[in-house]
């Protein structure tokens, strides 16, 4: 089950996300559904566009199933999708 303390480690295609601040000032406020992910950057569908947002210079507000809102730091998400969902978390 995909948690707010365990939302960097599963898979985020499928969840609304909205930039909540980047380097690139044009990308602030984006809103959508996580349609695609890369190593470095999120493409997020927003109405019929695809937008690619770099993970390394934004913040997400990601809203889960579960109807909570968690904002994560995006240089916390570089790293190739596959090898993020199996890592471990050191407590």
């Given amino acids: 089950m ?3 303390q365990n939302v ?6 499928g969840l609304p996300v909205r930039v909540h601040a ?13 349609c695609g992910e890369s190593k470095q950057m999120l493409e997020i569908c927003a109405g ?8 390394k210079f934004a913040t997400f507000d990601l809203h889960l199933p579960d ?4 904002r ?3 240089s916390v998400l570089v ?7 199996s ?4 407590n």
Wanted: glycine share 6%; proline share 2%; net charge positive.
């Fill in 2 to 4: 995909i948690t707010a």
């Fill in 8 to 13: 960097c480690r599963h898979e985020l295609i």
């Fill in 22 to 34: 980047s380097s690139n000032r044009t990308q602030t406020g984006i809103t959508g559904v996580v």
């Fill in 48 to 55: 019929d566009r695809i937008l690619r947002v770099a993970k």
């Fill in 67 to 70: 109807d909570t809102r968690v």
């Fill in 72 to 74: 994560v730091d995006g």
């Fill in 79 to 85: 790293m190739q999708p596959e090898k993020r969902i």
């Fill in 87 to 90: 890592m471990r978390i050191r």
